[in-house]
């Protein structure tokens, strides 16, 4: 389209024959990437909530590395997109924006500049050039026309401003930062939102979060969510990712999730980038991150944090400068496991950073707002705060994973398993007492895995024992290399198939849980020789013990396929 077409509604010169709502102002919002379109819509709902004076119209500009998906983003939000030649056509009173890098059309109305991370806190790549520059400044050209404000969450970083670009010097509005009052206002929902994404009750949380470019975390050590899952116990830990928008941007979902397989495999939960990443942040435990503004915004929420990657493009003096210095790194090499429970066991680390990134929390949105009605020459419509709502429930992401590497020991009357996701944990060498298998869910997709499995599981309860029963016999039937097989019974008690015919009848207290612990149990005993007979036992996994009540069950006439 050519800026010499007619606009559409509710722009133009003949819109007012057309339009239903008469506005008074035009607000023209830039969209340029998704990071930056993103944190606009976030927090322009709330500033105009109810106000028919301002009519709003976003502007795509295609000119970012980045674009890709921000078209998508903007028609999924129902927003009204015009090309960005046609921006001086549309007459704005105000261009809105989080991206630096917008070329502003002629004309005298100002531009109000938000900032897509947490302040100017890195060196990135100039569109403009071959060089670097400062995250979040915008030309020195549009600061000397005077008509650029920059929104700001912290004093400090107008004193970074000015000694980097003089020509800044009272071009900045100190307004705090909505996203991080949005995180502080659910941080209380935490548990509610580790439910919504899958995360057993118990288990902890840890949260990887990847900024962009090759000193990023994903960008240093792509391998690295997969190390993390084979280390840590599936009855203890669940694991999700937050990659930055860029990396989705500029490689496409193909590439990462192809990247990413073997963890996704291993119950990896790849969290949506576009609005899921806050409420996942929320429901962390741990962060495992990089020098990017979500690891930032988990610090200043009190999450332990431990640094997988730190580039040096992170700019000295700043909030994130400072986080490098206090956080402990995390060393690849190194049990990560203990890694990661050490840091759990930290409080109050990060309480310095968060002070120096952001200024009253919890008036951003109000702050902002009277800024925007001062710049669209308004009055603000209400003295009453804009509301503090709660983030939305995130949506479970991950996979079910369906193989594991199980450990067990038996001491006295108590077998202790440990599992991890087959997916990503090798083999390990037995020791005395302590032995090593594969078990299977039936859903298992790789052959080999499943035709290596010394345990099969049924993947859903059965009906009735005699399903069960059916289903054992099949199984063993059909796989000859298999120890056990093992299913639940639906209202309780669990079925375990032994190659030699006989059968156990498991009973576990505590929660309901699948056949995969009981059947556990039962091979670890078979391998430590010991009496299944009405044996009373403790099985330990993660930070619970149940007790399981195993009895031998007299197998029907014909088998235990009949």
């Given at each position: 389209m050519?800026?010499?077409q007619?606009?559409?509604?509710?722009v133009g010169?003949?819109?007012?024959r057309w339009?239903?709502?008469?506005g008074?102002?035009t607000?023209?919002?830039?969209?340029?990437?998704?990071?930056?379109?993103?944190?606009?819509?976030?927090?322009?709902?709330?500033?105009?909530r109810?106000?028919?004076?301002v009519?709003?119209?976003?502007?795509?500009d295609?000119t970012?590395?980045?674009?890709?998906?921000v078209?998508?983003?903007?028609?999924?939000?129902?927003?009204?997109?015009i090309?960005?030649?046609q921006v001086g056509?549309?007459?704005?009173?105000?261009?809105?924006?989080?991206?630096?890098n917008?070329e502003?059309?002629?004309?005298?109305?100002?531009?109000?500049?938000?900032?897509h991370g947490?302040?100017?806190?890195?060196?990135v790549?100039?569109?403009r050039?071959p060089?670097?520059?400062?995250?979040?400044v915008?030309?020195?050209?549009?600061?000397?026309?005077?008509?650029?404000?920059?929104?700001i969450?912290?004093?400090?970083?107008?004193?970074?401003?000015?000694?980097?670009h003089p020509k800044a010097?009272?071009?900045?509005?100190?307004?705090?930062?909505?996203?991080?009052?949005?995180?502080?206002?659910?941080?209380g929902?935490?548990g509610a939102y580790?439910?919504?994404?899958g995360?057993?009750?118990?288990?902890?949380?840890v949260?990887?979060?990847?900024?962009?470019g090759?000193s990023?975390?994903i960008?240093?050590?792509?391998?690295?969510?997969a190390?993390?899952?084979?280390?840590?116990?599936y009855?203890?830990?669940?694991?999700?990712?937050i990659i930055h928008p860029?990396?989705w941007?500029?490689?496409?979902?193909w590439q990462?999730?192809?990247?990413?397989?073997?963890?996704?495999?291993?119950g990896l939960?790849?969290v949506?980038?576009?609005h899921?990443?806050r409420?996942a942040?929320?429901a962390a435990?741990?962060?495992v991150?990089?020098?990017?503004?979500?690891?930032?915004?988990?610090?200043?929420?009190?999450?332990p944090?431990?640094?997988?990657?730190?580039?040096?493009?992170?700019v000295?003096?700043?909030?994130?400068a400072?986080?490098?210095?206090?956080a402990?790194?995390?060393?690849?090499?190194?049990?990560?496991?203990?890694q990661?429970t050490?840091?759990l066991?930290g409080?109050?680390?990060?309480?310095?950073?968060?002070e120096?990134?952001?200024?009253?929390p919890?008036?951003a949105?109000a702050?902002l707002?009277?800024?925007?009605y001062h710049?669209?020459?308004?009055?603000?419509?209400?003295?009453?705060p804009p509301?503090?709502?709660?983030?939305?429930?995130?949506?479970?992401?991950?996979a079910?994973?369906?193989?594991w590497?199980?450990?067990?020991t038996v001491s006295?009357?108590?077998?202790?398993?440990?599992r991890?996701?087959?997916?990503?944990?090798?083999?390990?060498?037995e020791t005395?007492?302590r032995f090593?298998?594969?078990?299977?869910?039936?859903?298992?997709?790789?052959r080999?895995?499943?035709?290596?499995?010394?345990?099969?599981?049924?993947?859903?309860?059965?009906?009735a024992a005699t399903a069960?029963?059916?289903?054992i016999?099949d199984?063993?039937?059909r796989?000859?290399?298999c120890?056990?097989?093992a299913?639940?019974v639906?209202?309780?008690?669990?079925?375990?198939g032994?190659?030699?015919?006989?059968i156990?009848?498991a009973?576990?207290t505590?929660?309901a849980?699948g056949?995969?612990?009981?059947a556990?149990a039962?091979?670890?005993l078979l391998?430590?020789?010991?009496?299944?007979?009405?044996?009373?036992?403790?099985?330990?996994f993660?930070?619970?013990?149940?007790?399981?009540?195993?009895?031998l069950?007299?197998?029907p006439?014909?088998g235990i396929?009949?």
């Open positions: 050519h800026a010499s007619p606009l559409r509604v509710p010169t003949d819109a007012e339009n239903t709502f008469r008074e102002k607000l023209v919002v830039a969209a340029r990437t998704v990071t930056s379109t993103v944190r606009v819509l976030e927090c322009l709902p709330a500033l105009l109810g106000d028919a004076r009519t709003v119209v976003f502007a795509h295609p970012s590395a980045f674009n890709d998906g078209l998508e983003l903007l028609h999924d939000a129902g927003c009204r997109v090309p960005w030649e056509h549309a007459e704005p009173d105000l261009i809105l924006t989080a991206s630096e917008i502003v059309p002629e004309g005298h109305c100002p531009v109000l500049v938000l900032p947490i302040g100017f806190q890195k060196q790549p100039d569109s050039g060089r670097d520059r400062l995250s979040g915008v030309p020195d050209s549009l600061l000397e026309s005077g008509r650029a404000w920059l929104a969450s912290h004093p400090s970083q107008e004193e970074q401003l000015l000694s980097s010097a009272g071009r900045t509005l100190l307004v705090g930062d909505p996203c991080y009052d949005e995180l502080l206002v659910s941080a929902r935490a580790r439910r919504a994404l995360v057993p009750a118990g288990h902890r949380l949260v990887l979060s990847s900024t962009w090759g990023s975390l960008g240093r050590d792509p391998g690295l969510a190390r993390v899952l084979a280390a840590l116990p009855d203890e830990f669940r694991v999700a990712a860029n990396v941007a500029g490689h496409g979902s990462v999730r192809t990247l990413l397989a073997p963890a996704l495999e291993a939960m790849l949506p980038h576009v899921a990443w409420s942040l929320v435990d741990v962060v991150g990089d020098h990017g503004s979500v690891t930032l915004y988990g610090a200043a929420l009190g999450k944090v431990l640094l997988g990657a730190f580039g040096s493009e992170a000295d003096g700043t909030a994130v400072a986080l490098g210095r206090a402990p790194r995390l060393h690849g090499p190194g049990d990560l496991y203990e990661i050490s840091a066991a409080r109050d680390r990060f309480t310095a950073v968060a120096g990134a952001f200024d009253q919890g008036r949105l702050r707002r009277t800024a925007l710049l669209l020459d308004l009055p603000e419509p209400t003295h009453t509301p503090d709502r709660y983030l939305g429930e995130p949506e479970e992401t991950g079910a994973v369906t193989s590497r199980v450990t067990t006295a009357d108590t077998v202790t398993v440990r991890r996701p087959a997916a990503v944990s090798p083999g390990e060498d005395a007492g090593v298998h594969l078990a299977c869910d039936e859903r298992e997709a790789d080999n895995t499943k035709e290596n499995a010394s345990a099969l599981l049924r993947g859903a309860p059965a009906p069960a029963l059916q289903w016999g199984t063993l039937s796989f000859p290399g120890r056990l097989a299913a639940s639906r209202g309780g008690g669990h079925l375990v032994l190659r030699d015919g006989r156990v009848e009973a576990m505590g929660p849980t056949p995969g612990l009981p556990a039962v091979h670890a391998r430590a020789a010991a009496p299944l007979a009405d044996a009373q036992l403790t099985v330990r993660g930070a619970r013990d149940e007790d399981v009540v195993l009895r069950r007299t197998p006439a014909g396929s009949a």
